[in-house]
């Protein structure tokens, strides 16, 4: 089992930036890949990013492609999300998710947060 809680979300003005951090429950979270998700009012949850267990793959959604960078600490059972030059339309509620294997399918992922709001003010 594995709990992971999400924060560091908020208001920001576009082009702003902003740092999630999603903390994790348990032991074997090295051995978890790591995946956030937004999922704006009216629309499915998407995905954002994803990082394998061992930290040296990562993968990105086209639209935050050098805008966004996820990173791992396992020390500290914690994965980021370091979003740069926000845009509107990444306004959205922020999940991450654990799978045992990496990907961009929601269905492979577990382990789910709650969530953290980020909005992108105009």
């Known amino acids: 089992q594995v709990q992971l809680l999400e924060s560091g979300g908020g208001l920001v003005q576009a082009g702003g930036s902003l740092r999630l951090s999603c903390a994790a429950s348990?032991?074997?979270?090295?051995?978890?890949?790591m995946g956030w998700f937004r999922q704006a009012p009216g629309l499915d949850r998407k995905f954002v990013a994803y990082i394998d267990w061992s930290g040296g793959s990562t993968y990105y959604t086209d639209s935050v492609k050098g805008r966004f960078t996820i990173a791992r600490d396992d020390d500290k059972n914690t994965v980021y999300l370091q979003m740069y030059s926000l845009k509107p339309e990444d306004t959205a509620v922020y999940y991450c998710a654990a799978a045992f294997v990496a990907g961009t399918n929601r269905e492979r992922y577990d382990y789910w947060g709650q969530g953290t709001q980020v909005t992108v003010s105009s």
């Open positions: 348990g032991r074997a979270f090295s051995r978890y890949a």
